[in-house]
């Protein structure tokens, strides 16, 4: 497993952008597709953006055209750019690493066996 430390959570207006963080403790994600969940209160951890290892990338259909995903150079960080965002986008936000070959990235939590510890995401109407 891989320690996964996420950041760059917050209060934002409706319309607002947020950067997410998420950073593998002392490797890097080689070999690894990634992925970003969110949990709402009362609600299934439910799927958001994926990276694959060799960085195709998949949105959930809520998302797509409005966050991007995508990793650093040396594929130690990945991040969540978060653009017009909506009240129905705030959830806590976790970060998922899956040692894997997968041409697409997964887009279950069971398929995922690294979590990091989440970051509060809360837009405002």
């Known amino acids: 497993q891989v320690q996964l430390v996420e950041s760059g959570g917050g209060l934002v207006q409706a319309g607002g952008s947020l950067r997410l963080s998420c950073a593998a403790s002392g490797r890097t994600f080689s070999r690894y597709a990634l992925a970003w969940f969110r949990q709402a209160p009362g609600k299934e951890r439910e799927f958001v953006a994926g990276l694959s290892w060799i960085d195709s990338t998949d949105y959930a259909d809520s998302v797509k055209g409005r966050f991007t995903i995508s990793g650093d150079n040396a594929r130690n960080t990945v991040y969540l750019q978060m653009n017009s965002l909506k009240p129905e986008d705030t959830a806590v936000y976790y970060c998922?690493?899956?040692?894997?070959?997968?041409?697409?990235?997964?887009?279950?939590?069971?398929?995922?066996?690294?979590w990091g510890q989440g970051t509060q995401v809360t837009v405002s109407s």
């Open positions: 998922a690493a899956e040692h894997g070959l997968n041409i697409r990235p997964p887009r279950r939590t069971y398929e995922y066996e690294s």
